[in-house]
DNA sequence: GCGCGACTTTGATCAGGATCAAACCGGGTA
DNA sequence: TACCCGGTTTGATCCTGATCAAAGTCGCGC
């Protein structure tokens, strides 16, 4: 059994928090933080355990400081299908909702920030800085969730994991702030269920179309879950999407 | 050529819009509604006609007034995902980005009321009640099109279209203000094609399970545009989800 | 080292939808 | 009326990805 993550003591505090650029508080005054620190505590997962289930009573909203966790569905008969990937700096949660409409599971050790639900809301009534980040938060996600959508109901499976691969290059160069190159290399934070569960495919399809990607030369494997890419326009091409643009997040 | 569609003159002014309570403008306060009537125009579309190509520069944001228009994206080969409907009360952009993500086109006659960007945005900055209101639709919107990623990457062709009938019949009958129930008929206002498109499916398919839904008894046609059905409960078991709950939007 | 369990790969077969093709239907117009 | 045209239905066949099954790999604890 692993020993829980802790987070380090200096990322504790929220001026010397590693996502304050980039979270729901992104845009907030010292005053307004200073409000938010009252109303924080941080919570520890790691890998596979879950965070909340669809339906949980939440007394809390949170922003992702490290690792990553997945959101997802579940139908009766076991048919599930992840609607999003949450890495450091999104957001977890609904001001103005107390149930949480799908389960949120940790996919690789994961630290959240949480904020008791009823003093956010509070906060985001009184100034405009959160209520307005997150508004533009929420926009962003909308579009990206939208985006997957064309590709779960239009691209084959080799464009499917093409996409995919391709999306987690360009969160990975983000968080290292540079922009994604040519011999690139990253980690693939997902099992083959995960992905398929993300793709709406089998795990059997996933595997077998990241053997038929290595064979063509398009990606070359390093271990089960390190990825590098030689070429990413070669990678792009496989996507369907045209070579700019395409799917952010 | 049939003729354009023009609004009543009674729906011209703010205070006796029909979408008044569900917009975007629904929190707002008589001066604020006041400055939106100062800031807005309708256009008409004719069923067919675009409305926004996705790229263009968009000098307005707008709320759909009566009609449905739809939201997707086409690859370069032609395959397209309606990633969404817009229908009455439904916002259509997005303030602070000034390019449209996705291609907007009217699916019926469709009346809009629009917003200019600039001062719309200026508006957002001086009041709460917008962008509380748009927060809160966006918050909805996102649900709704990660309810609709378990459609398009789990679900089976027959699933799929009961789905796709179980969300009109609901939206019908909250557009009527009452509850969907047995014996319920409405108007199917998609082609085969855009069932297609908004289901990831082929005409074909669609047309197949149409008819196979209809032979099982779950629902009856009257044209091929009206739908009747005669239990709901049996119509909500094709769907694959659990008798309560499913995709509202 | 050995064995176990979680994850992954690969193979053989099957089936749900896609594709290609043709006929059908209803409404508008010459 | 006859014709045409967009939308729809139905049929025959194909193919991608699902399913069922077995073997391979890696890390870990004993």
New interface residues.
Partial sequence: MKLKMEMSLDTKECWNCPIKHQAVCARCEPDELATLEQIKYYRNYEAGQPVIWAGDHMEFVASVVTGIAS?S?T???G???M??LLLPSDFIG?P??DSA??DVVAVADLTICCFRKRPFEDLM?TT?HI??R???M??D???S??????V???KTAREKIASLLAIIARRDAALRKHTPKDGMHFDLPLTREAMADY??LTLETVSRQISALKKSGIIELDGKRKVVVPSLEKLINET???MDGGPIA
Avoid at 145 to 150: D, G, K, N, V
Wanted: a negative charge; charged letters at 30%; zero cysteines.
């Fill in positions: 959101l569905q139908m009766e008969d048919r599930t299908q609607v999003g609904r103005g909702r409409p799908f009534t405009p209520g307005a997150l508004l533009e929420t926009l996600e909308l579009d969730a939208r985006e997957w959508m064309l779960l109901g239009r793709l709406g369907g999407d045209d």
